[in-house]
């Protein structure tokens, strides 16, 4: 059972900082392509990161040059660095494989960035 537990959100304001955790379990994230999602008020889900089993990485293009998408093997987690954060990023984050599976969403995470 794949079980993916996103952490690390919270109040930041506007030009602040956050990192996000995705603590994943029945999955090796080192042999798994990976992705950070998120869904803002009103809007769809969308793709902001991707870290493909072989290290490569895919942003959007609202998250190139601010966001880095990385995961520490041995601990089985995904993070996600945010810099620079804009309003428009606040959202709840989600992780998830690439191409996501509908049944592994876990709770995300909320991100609010104040102007």
């Known amino acids: 059972q794949v079980q993916l537990v996103e952490s690390g959100g919270g109040l930041v304001q506007a030009g602040g900082s956050l990192t996000l955790s995705c603590a994943a379990s029945?999955?090796?994230?080192?042999?798994?392509?990976m992705a950070w999602y998120r869904q803002a008020p009103g809007k769809q889900r969308e793709l902001v990161a991707q870290?493909?089993?072989?290290?490569?990485?895919n942003y959007a293009d609202s998250a190139k040059g601010r966001f880095t998408i990385s995961r520490a093997n041995a601990k089985n987690t995904v993070y996600l660095q945010m810099n620079s954060l804009k309003p428009e990023d606040t959202a709840v984050y989600y992780c998830?494989?690439?191409?996501?599976?509908?049944?592994?969403w876990g709770q995300g995470t909320q991100v609010t960035v104040s102007s």
């Open positions: 870290l493909t089993s072989s290290g490569g990485t």
């Open positions: 998830n494989v690439f191409p996501f599976q509908n049944n592994f």
């Open positions: 029945g999955i090796i994230v080192r042999i798994t392509n």
